[in-house]
């Protein structure tokens, strides 16, 4: 079966979801009715928290990426980001939680309006999903069969070469790699 744009963005896991979620996209079940979806809405936390812009920014913020936070004024109380669904009828709803029978379904699609480019990159965002989607998986796969390796590994140079092997898995995930 060959990969068409469409086809990449379609029968995906909940983490392959949530992680176009998490970069900006809507999400959706395919078993879901039409135009119900679900996006993640971004955390706000106070401007001052963060170093000037100009410096290197934090990776983490309680633990979540900081691409899901706006930068906000002086003294605005932390809002940590949220999961919210876009019910048929427009109407949002904030604060969406994941069933059991959505978390282990494999039949979640990135939703694209009609008319618009499958994807294109967000402000701030470090994964641009494109094409090269298939790419990306096929990564987390070796990056997950090189986990259970390293948890595996007794001597050092075991050690040593998985280590050299998620290097090059690190290499793999940037976002020009990606493209390639």
Not at 60 to 67: D, E, K, P, T, W
Request: aromatic share 4%; with cysteine.
């Amino acid at each position: 079966m060959q990969n068409t744009p469409q086809s990449l963005y379609r029968n995906l896991n909940f983490g392959q979801a949530l992680d176009a979620a998490k970069s900006g996209h809507a999400i959706r079940r395919a078993a879901w009715p039409a135009g119900c979806t679900i996006h993640v809405r971004k955390g706000a936390i106070d401007g001052d928290i963060l170093p000037p812009a100009t410096e290197p920014q934090p990776v983490l913020i309680h633990g979540m990426r900081a691409s899901l936070f706006e930068r906000w004024h002086k003294g605005i109380v932390t809002r940590i980001p949220n999961i919210s669904m876009r019910m048929e009828d427009g109407i949002n709803c904030d604060g969406w939680g994941v069933s059991h029978r959505d978390l282990l379904s494999e039949d979640w699609e990135v939703s694209v309006p009609e008319g618009e480019p499958a994807f294109t990159a967000t402000q701030g965002e470090s994964v641009v999903f494109t094409a090269s989607v298939e790419k990306l998986l096929a990564v987390r796969v070796q990056a997950l069969e090189l986990s259970h390796q390293i948890e595996r590994c007794g001597s050092s140079p075991e050690l040593t070469e998985a280590s050299k092997r998620a290097a090059a898995l690190r290499q793999d995930l940037q976002p020009e790699n990606l493209m390639a």
